[in-house]
């Protein structure tokens, strides 16, 4: 049957809605949704996108009785897991050049430094996408005591993942206060939603990676269309999903800590393209939650 | 009056009341209903209905009111508070002040008092 057919790919994009606003509103949804596509076997892509983007709103909390609430709590903590996957995955590149380029010899010292703050910094994500809060502040907190103790590793300071926990420490400690009507991020979600982020940051070179990845000074053809189209795909997903423009925006933060301290050790001169890029992270965290109040406000 | 204090209704909430004001209906005749009486110019989509929908639901301006099973499937109705006739009325008042403002002037621009008339079409004869 078509319309059986045609249900079944409807459930399927009613998938990108929470599950608890699915079970209230599914069978609305569909009766609206097959009533105006009979005899269609497949969702017109343009309903399919607005579907999609519909529970991608909800999930950022459209639907809650203070969304601008829920938008900034949530977004705060992704923004800590972001931080702190991006500082993980940062040590990790360290600690597989360092088994590249000297193998043990090596990657022991170097182990030796990172290691203690790379376990606590993953457990300290595992306790936030699980919602153990207090455990991912003691953990947090366990990470920046372990990285301080590091003896005069070189440039140390001026390493993103050296600020990772220091920025996402305040994040992770407001977090203990979030407030009874904000419902916790599903483990699944805040994941995904760290795992869009840290691809958004490390494709667009804020992390640079690729610099390191690629030694010549022409970036090739693939990686521009790669970063074009990440741009855009995430751009596409954040603007309906709000918590993702607030998750991404410390991450600027983090950059221009690492860019100053580490000018800081060879010039005493902060950049300023580095400032800048604190302007931008603040801007996009304030207008999110700006347009959520005008939203919540307009009717 | 809680009415008082809050923002202006968006085109697609301010619709969505309107289709309610001849009674409960279920999402897809609002959806109809809200085509109609802006002569096809708000075309809701399905989730777009449904985030209207929740905001007014959530600010008490409708109820849900009754459901029924058709085809397997779950109808709800929603029809408007006394509250939420309250809201769109106060708009549609301030729509129709507004459009008042407008018109006026257009018909002053069109037709320019001249000095020391003795009539204007906005005032009745002394």
């Known amino acids: ?299 | 009056m809680r009415s008082s204090s809050r923002g202006s209704l968006r085109e697609p909430s301010y619709f969505v009341l309107a289709a309610l004001l001849d009674g409960r209906l279920h999402g897809y005749a609002v959806i109809k209903r809200v085509e109609e009486l802006s002569g096809g110019r708000v075309k809701l989509a399905a989730g777009s209905l449904y985030s209207v929908v929740d905001r007014l639901l959530g600010e008490g301006l409708i109820v849900a009111d009754g459901e029924e099973i058709i085809n397997g499937r779950a109808r709800r109705y929603y029809r408007l508070t006394e509250e939420g006739r309250a809201v769109l009325t106060e708009a549609a008042d301030r729509l129709a002040e507004a459009a008042r403002v407008v018109h006026a002037r257009l018909l002053d621009s069109l037709f320019p008092p001249s000095a020391g008339a003795q009539f204007s079409w906005r005032t009745s004869p002394a």
Do not use: C
């Open chain 1, 1 to 299: 049957m078509n319309n059986d057919t045609l249900e079944r790919r409807y459930r399927t994009l009613l998938r990108s809605y929470p599950a608890g606003y699915r079970r209230e509103r599914a069978d609305e949804l569909l009766e609206i949704l097959i009533g105006e596509a009979a005899h269609r076997r497949w969702p017109q892509p343009r309903q399919a996108a607005a579907l999609v983007r519909g529970g991608l709103r909800v999930r950022a909390g459209s639907a809650a009785g203070r969304p601008k609430v829920v938008l900034l709590w949530q977004g705060m903590h992704l923004a800590a897991m972001g931080l702190l996957a991006l500082g993980a995955l940062k040590t990790i590149f360290i600690l597989a050049a360092a088994l590249t380029h000297g193998g043990g010899d090596l990657l022991r010292p170097v182990l030796h430094e990172h290691g203690p703050a790379l376990a606590l910094g993953i457990a300290a994500f595992a306790a936030l996408a699980l919602d153990r809060q207090r455990l991912a502040t003691g953990l947090v907190l366990a990470a920046i005591a372990a990285q301080a103790v590091v003896p005069d590793y070189p440039y140390g300071h001026g390493m993103p993942q050296w600020w990772a926990a220091v920025v996402a420490a305040p994040l992770v400690i407001a977090g203990l206060r979030r407030p009874a009507d904000v419902p916790r991020v599903g483990p699944r979600t805040a994941v995904a939603v760290s795992v869009s982020v840290l691809a958004l940051v490390l494709v667009l070179g804020l992390a640079r990676i690729e610099q390191l990845a690629f030694d010549d000074d022409a970036t090739p053809t693939w990686l521009v269309v790669a970063k074009i189209a990440t741009a855009a795909a995430f751009l596409w997903v954040a603007t309906a999903d709000r918590r993702m423009l607030i998750a991404v925006a410390p991450m600027f933060v983090l950059m221009t800590l690492a860019q100053i301290t580490f000018d800081g050790l060879r010039t005493d001169l902060p950049r300023v393209d580095a400032m800048a890029s604190v302007a931008l992270g603040v801007a996009i965290a304030a207008g999110m939650v700006a347009a959520a109040q005008w939203r919540h406000v307009r009717l």
